[in-house]
């Protein structure tokens, strides 16, 4: 889902990420963010995607991508495997979200997460209205989201302190523009570096 | 219209004796191997297929005069197909122990001027890659840009990248596991006393009595078929269907699925070799990489230095694709390139042979990434 923000998303996770580290991309998508890191980083890494289109589309950029389900967990990747482990505007699509974020850690010494507030003002309003909000951080109709988890910026940060996860630095941002004040009603998007509490 | 045409084999001897990984050394050895493509001048381009079971040298295109001997994996294989012979030197051999060409138990045994019969050698996925190593060395390839197989070809392709680690740049394993699981034995073990219990095997010395363990290797065959296929498109392609409408009560064929595997059985023993079944279904038994290493997957892929593309199957329950994630995981371990694809396709074990468009698109994606 990358592709929705293009290199904004890849440019702040590009400065959390040192030369040559290992990097797993959970929800991989096309496979962009890691041939960015690849060129601009020299990361060595994988792509995490299940679904068979973007694989392909994975494969002919040139990264390596292996077709797993998130949903089963990460189980036969070793602890500390990876320096960084990314879910970029993925987190909101997966069922099981506190055991994949703990999976994250475990496999990765530090998690980048981002995905789009659904605590932004233009959503508090379309709710309001009566309708479930559209918007460029969620594009979908309610009938054909892939998205399965609904959250704010405020349920998120609640559910890293209730399980014991760090948050080391927060970033927020509206249409690509950072935010600074009340990012649960101005941003919508959030990323987020998390670390073992 | 993208069929490498009309093809023909090729025949090479090497002279050296090989000591194969059960003991015995073989004083010298032929081989049977086809190409297709053309060999680049930096010999950069060249991809060997490795065949399973009951697969051979004849991997596409066809014979003259013969448009029904097209080979097993053309679908594959061809100008513009994934593996593409525009762009690779693609190489197919019969493995040793074979009965399409290369010396196995039909051969003459010079010792004593009879074909070897059951005194050949039960021959390792380590010994048939040794011995496509030296078929290598005659074509001049001191490196292989890939090595592909499915299945038992799939463990070829891996058994290179660990025996031969600066000879392989890619190795793609398809629909493979790093070793048999116990049930994958037992169906081994059934259809090996299929073939050892017919009263025509005479211990595997047959062609000296003149005779062929038809009905043992029919049954072998029938039991391999099963386990080829899904329930699901079993039930999809046969389901109850009667073959003739009404129930015999009695023990003819009732059912289509009864007809379909004593005809699959029945066509096996007009080409295939009933001691090369024997062979064939032990070194599949044998292979485990992990073993020298106490069973450590991981530390037995630590010198792969190849790339890697791994693909399974979901309907495949004979290599199912949970013993392909193992070769991933391990080869993550070692921090090794690795892609994998889990193909949704309905046909078993023998969706790697299908002309499935997904399948053959990331296996496309793949080899288009290969330098040459």
Redesign the interface.
Known sequence: MTEIFGRFDFDVIARWIAPGE?VLDLGCGDGSLLKFLTAEKGI?G?GVDNA?EN??A???N?V?????DLEKGLA???DD?FDHVIMSLSLQTVRHTVPLVQEMLRVGHEAVVSFPNFGHRSHREAIAKGRMPVSEALPYQWYDSPNVRFFTIADFEALCTDNGIEVREGLFFDEGRAVVDDPNLNADVALYRLGRG | MNSVGVVTPQRVAFDAPIALRGGTTLPGFELVYETYGELNAEGSNAVLVCHALSGSHHVAGVYAGQPNSVGWWDNLVGPGKPLDTNRFFVVGVNNLGGCYGSTGPMSINPATGQPYGADFPVVTVEDWVAVQARLADHLGIGCWAAVIGGSLGGMQALEWTLQFPDRIRHALVIASAPKLSAQNIAFNELARQAILSDPDFHGGHYYAHGTVPVRGLRLARMVGHITYLSDDQMAEKFGRELKNGTLSYGYDTDFQIESYLRYQGDKFTTYFDANTYLITTKALDYFDPARDYGGDLQAALARAKASFFVASFTTDWRFAPERS??I??AL??N?R????????CSAGHDSFLLDDA?YH??VG??L??IET
């Open positions: 290992r060595r994988y068979p694989v392909l994975a494969i002919r040139g390596n991508v292996l077709q797993f036969g990747v070793d495997a | 994630r193992e991933v995981y993550m371990h921090g390139d690795v892609s994998y694809a889990e193909i949704d997904h698109a990331v994606a793949y288009d990434r």
